[in-house]
């Protein structure tokens, strides 16, 4: 399938993070390849303005999330921002307040998001694909969290994450040794979903984004509380949540017009309400 979202689209942080949509598929390009797409600060706070804006659109239905270049997903962050941004405790803590807040915004995200990785894939970039839904990547992708090896402490939410995707013993070897893993590691410890030739990732994740973007907005919305709420302990799950969600699906236009392509034996055409 030929990519028809090229590296242009609506430019965030001088240009290296860019913003597209089409077909009720949004895109978010990482687009700093000359550093393998490495986060420095304005990129992260530009990712939280491409998330708000397709947030906000109404004709978006799910958000791809990729690198640019060919060599890296996101590689993490940009280290030659550290002596400046990261040099201490103090600055350290500035830094993840601002990062973290754009990581926020994804974690709690309510379209589905689905991480197309090829490449490297390390330290926050494992944040920005451990919060995606989905994470789907090609066969030379590898993947890593190499805060042993410089010294900083990988933070509560990226472990969090990391342990209930790979259990705590791979977790555990991953950030002791700091070692890399590829592709066809990552997927037998459950750390992505699906890998692909290269040459095949890109149009298996649009058959995946466009199957998602044509089915019933509610439905997957409903999915997407649920299954957050079974992560949460027993004592923080939020019922009422899941109850709403479920009867505006059963009181909501899609419902009918499900139930009727059904007996007409046609294709739904569902409008998110």
């Known amino acids: 399938m030929p990519d028809m979202f090229s ?38 706070e530009g990712f939280g303005m491409a998330l708000t804006a397709l947030r906000d659109d109404d004709d978006v239905r799910v958000v791809i999330l990729r690198g640019a270049g060919g060599k890296a997903f996101v590689s993490g962050a940009d280290i030659s921002q550290f002596e400046k941004a990261r040099h201490n405790a103090a600055a350290s803590e500035e830094y993840a307040r601002r990062s973290a807040a754009q990581r926020a915004l994804l974690a709690d995200y309510p379209k589905p998001t689905i991480a197309c990785i090829d ?16 994470r789907l990547a090609s066969h030379g992708s ?33 950030m002791y ?37 044509q089915n019933a907005p509610l439905a997957i919305k409903a999915a997407k509380i ?12 939020d019922m009422e949540a899941v109850k709403a969600i479920g009867t505006a699906c059963m009181d909501s236009d899609d419902f009918r017009e499900g139930r009727q392509a059904f007996m007409e034996k046609r294709k739904p055409q569902f409008r998110g309400r």
């Not at 965030?12 to 077909?23: E, P, S």
């Not at 090896?149 to 991953?174: E, M, N, Q, T």
């Not at 590691?185 to 459950?190: C, S």
């Not at 649920?226 to 799950?237: A, F």
């Open 119 to 134: 490449g490297y894939c390390l330290g926050g970039g494992m944040q920005v694909a451990m919060l995606a839904d989905i």
């Open 142 to 174: 590898q993947f890593g969290i190499p805060a042993a090896k410089l010294g900083i402490a990988y933070g509560y939410d990226g472990l969090r994450h990391l342990v209930s995707l790979v259990g705590p013993s791979w977790a555990r070897l991953l």
């Open 7 to 44: 590296t242009t689209g609506m430019p965030y942080a001088d240009g290296r993070i860019l913003q597209h949509a089409a077909g009720g598929v949004g895109v978010i390009t990482f687009n700093n390849p000359d550093k393998r797409n490495a986060m420095s600060l304005e990129m992260w």
């Open 226 to 237: 649920t299954i957050t709420q079974v992560l949460k302990d027993e004592s923080r799950r």
């Open 177 to 213: 040794t700091g070692m890399r893993i590829d592709a066809a590691e990552a997927l037998r410890i459950g750390l992505v979903e699906r890998v692909f030739p290269v040459d095949e990732l890109w149009g298996e994740t649009m058959m995946i984004a466009e199957t998602v973007s």
